[in-house]
Every structure is written in C-alpha cells, then in structure tokens.
C-alpha cells in the first residue's frame, strides 16, 4: 500500500514537471514569435549575435567592447532608411558585375560591402575630401593602382576597372596584415596608419586597437551591413520584386583607339543619346575623347530597351531581398 502511494505521488510529480516543461516551451515560442512580429512591425534593431563569419574569419561578440560597437551599428542601420532601402535597390543592378571579379581576384565576396559603405551603391559618389565612384578612391589613391585620372578621363567611376584597382589594394592589404577586418580598417584610415597603431599598441588585429571613431565604427558598419543584406526583414525592411532596380545589360562594346572630338555625334552614330552615353560611362568626363596617346578604351553603349521599366523581367540577385 505505502509502495502504491509512492508510486502515484511519483507520478504526479512526473505530470506536473511535464506540464510545466511544455507550457514553458510554449511561452518561450510564443515571445519569440512576439518578437518577430515586433521587429518586423515596428522596425526593432536585431539583436547582437553571439557571433558571425566575415570573409572566412569568425568574429566573437562575447567581449563587451566589440558587442555594444555592434548594437549601435544595428541599431543606426535599423533607422536609416532612406540609405538602407536605396542600398539594397541599387545592389540588384551593380552586384551582379562586381561579384564576378572580385572572385576573379581572389578576393572575399563580403569585401563588396566595403562600396555599401563608402558610397551607398551610388557610382556618381564624390566626397567632400574628392574621393569618387563606387569605390571612393582619392586621386593618387587611385593613380597608384593603376586608374587613369584626370579632367578627361576619371577611372575611378568605371565600374569594372576601379573594382580591379579595389582588388589589387586589398590584396596588397592581406598580404601584410593576414586578416580581413585589418585589410577593411585599413581601408579606411590607410595602411601607413593602421600599421602604425598595429606597431604601437602590439596588437595583431584592427578589433583591438584604439582607433579614431570613423574607423573605430568602420569595421563594424561592415558587419552590419552583411547582416542587413543578408535579411533585410530583421531590419524591419521589406521588398518586391518592383523596388529592385534591374540590371541594364550594355548592347554593346565599342574599342576606341584614337580621339573622339565629339562625344554627342559619337553617341548618335551608336543609335543612343548623349545622355544614355554618360551615364553608361560615367568616366567620360568631358564631351568629347581626348586620347592623344591613342590608348584602347572600351565605351559601353547601354541597350535602349533595357532601360524601360518591366518588373516582370527584373532578375532578383538574391531571393533574401524579396522574402
């Protein structure tokens, strides 16, 4: 008899922590669920996670330090929305040619978010300080690796050349530093000074230095906006297929050897306007080509009928923007 009583008293004891094990279950799913619903509708910053992958290195946020600088950049992501939503619109039209050699290059694809950064997406970009394109090269900076500058010809807004002469700068960056967030504080606060503060403070890694605030906040600006790309809903931001602007494929290139005294004429011989011309070849940067050295120029002349608004033709570049 005393065994039976221990035996259901053992067992209530069993229906109870089950129980309240499942409804606890079911409460934890359902704030997470509030939690979703609230970061979606009401624009929430994610939360900082325990850690994340960068261009093949893993980056812990367990020190204090580097997890508040990650909270600010998610939150200041989180509420900036005008630059959020263009960003994401304009990589649509511009990843799909920068991906492709940066690999070539042997370059990480997350690098490309150092141009979210440096000039939202936006290849017409000119800084207060000069720095230009997508890539925000200053004029020597962009001479030293190769690009052609000067009132004529502005190299730093080709899309394809200035993305090599990007590749070539961090790559030389790599190989002196040996990891990838170095290479992108380097990007912005320069070589010189980054190894100097390396040397300085006997530190390895730009994470753990002491750094001006720019740069400081740099190397996290870049992990968010990884982050942001890569689910834009955790930010509170939604799209379709018609917020994404398409790719404008070129109908064609022409090589160009010699002078074009007159970039108007040139344009209306290849059946586009001068207008279309330009901003096919943001590099051209007078009306007409000099060339008196008769370098080899590839000139884009932009398909018309491409440039007509047709959702239902815009590829998505990546199914994550759209769900």
Known sequence: MILMKRLYRNTGILLLMLFFSTFTEQLSAQNRNRQSFY???YNVPPSVPEMMVFAGDTIRFDRADLRERMDRELIAFSYMHTNS???IKRANRL?????PILKENGIPDDLKYLMVIE???DPKSLSSAG???LWQFMQATGRSYGLEV???IDERYNIRKSTVAACKYLAEAYEKYGNWMTVAASYNGGQNGISRRLEEQHQTNAL???LVEETSRYMFRLMAVKMLFENPRRFGFTFTVEDLYPYIPPKKEVVVTDPVEDLVKFAEEHGVTYAQLKRANLWLRESKLNNSSHRTYIVE???TQAEYYDPSKTKVHNEAWIK
């Open 131 to 133: 720095a230009a394109g």
């Open 95 to 99: 990843f799909p040619v920068i991906e």
């Open 208 to 210: 753990d230095l002491w």
């Open 301 to 303: 002349i932009p398909d």
């Open 119 to 121: 000039s939202n997406l």
């Open 39 to 41: 970061a979606e509708t």
């Open 85 to 87: 939503h263009l960003v």
């Open 150 to 152: 000067n009132a004529n």
